[in-house]
């Protein structure tokens, strides 16, 4: 079956270390993304890429770093500079630009990760 | 920054009522409004999205309606049921801005 698989499902680390979520997508979508889920805030867009070695900031893009080499793996490092990295993060994908109404996001099942 | 106003934060329906969530948007430029359904622990699905060029749309028991001189659209749950319950994310929208989420509850 198709999608996004995002690993591990939770992650905890000691503050001050920088962490890897990793994200693969078998959908063949040329565009990536990744938000940020915090508990009465909705989704929050870190990072977004449109294609393979191109990407852009998103809202909350500080303490963050992602990187685009395969169509299928768009990686996010959360650095210790994040001052509140402790969120569930959900990586998406989709055909094309968003804003096309045939081109939804598909999501991932996320990454909870644990900052202590 | 743009802003998508979603409200309830939290609605309890009985089951085989209605539920109702409403948003409002700001950019009139948005030309894309979809409502995604998100289970606990899962990551969000999209459930049913409309144009502003149309009122109203309806999947099954799903229908958003869209009041574009108001700038708001809302997701009407027909005969709610508890495998309802979840959050549900309206957005709209170039790169999707979401609203901050409702968390639906059908009571058995």
């Known amino acids: 079956d198709g999608g996004i698989t995002q690993s591990p499902k939770y992650l905890f680390r000691k503050e001050g270390q920088n962490v890897t979520l990793s994200c693969e997508q078998n959908?063949?979508?040329?565009?990536m993304y990744w938000y940020r889920q915090d508990p009465g805030q909705g989704l929050r867009l870190i990072y977004y890429?449109?294609?393979?070695?191109?990407?852009q900031k998103g809202d909350i893009a500080e303490g963050y770093s992602v990187s685009r080499e395969k169509k299928e793996s768009f990686p996010l490092t959360v650095t210790s500079a994040q001052k509140n990295p402790t969120a569930f993060y959900l990586c998406?994908?989709?055909?094309?630009?968003?804003?096309?109404?045939?081109?939804?996001?598909?999501f991932g099942n996320g990454t909870r990760l644990t900052v202590t | 920054q743009q802003q998508v106003k979603q409200s309830p934060q939290s609605l309890i329906v009985q089951k085989g009522g209605i539920s109702i969530i409403n948003c409002a948007y700001e950019?009139?430029?948005?030309?894309?409004f979809p409502w995604y359904q998100q289970f606990p622990g899962k990551g969000p699905a999209l459930l049913i999205a409309?144009?502003?060029?149309?009122s109203e749309k309806k999947e099954g028991r799903f229908t958003i309606s869209f009041n574009k001189s108001a700038k708001q659209f809302s997701l009407h749950i027909m005969d709610s049921q508890p495998g309802d319950s979840a959050t549900y994310f309206c957005?709209?929208?170039?790169?999707?801005?979401f609203g901050s989420g409702t968390q639906l509850t059908v009571l058995p």
């Open positions: 998406a994908s989709s055909i094309g630009l968003v804003t096309a109404y045939n081109s939804p996001l598909h």
């Open positions: 959908l063949n979508h040329d565009a």
């Open positions: 890429s449109q294609i393979v070695n191109d990407f």
């Open positions: 950019n009139t430029a948005f030309d894309y």
């Open positions: 409309i144009r502003p060029d149309v």
């Open positions: 957005a709209g929208g170039r790169q999707l801005t």
